[in-house]
């Protein structure tokens, strides 16, 4: 345990900083989920939809220091490759 003011402080801010981080990892990982799921429907306008929203999200992350650049840019790859497949398919 903590002894000094400042320690105990930093424990405090930590927790606060860790369910903030986990709430936006949750919120990244629910929109990418939106995405396959519109992916799998084959619906171009709702994937393209959700492949926004889910931008919106991966770039608010970095902003905000939770995910780093390249991550955010990777895992927007993927998702843009998977939507893209769908309307190539067509």
Known sequence: MAHSKSAKKRIVTAEKHRVRNQAVK????????????AVGTNDTEAS???LSIAYKELDKAVSKGILKKN?????KSRLAAKVNAIGAAR
């Open 26 to 37: 949750t919120r990244v990982k629910t929109m990418a989920k939106k995405v396959v799921a």
């Open 48 to 50: 393209n939809a959700a």
């Open 71 to 75: 991550t955010a840019s990777r895992k």
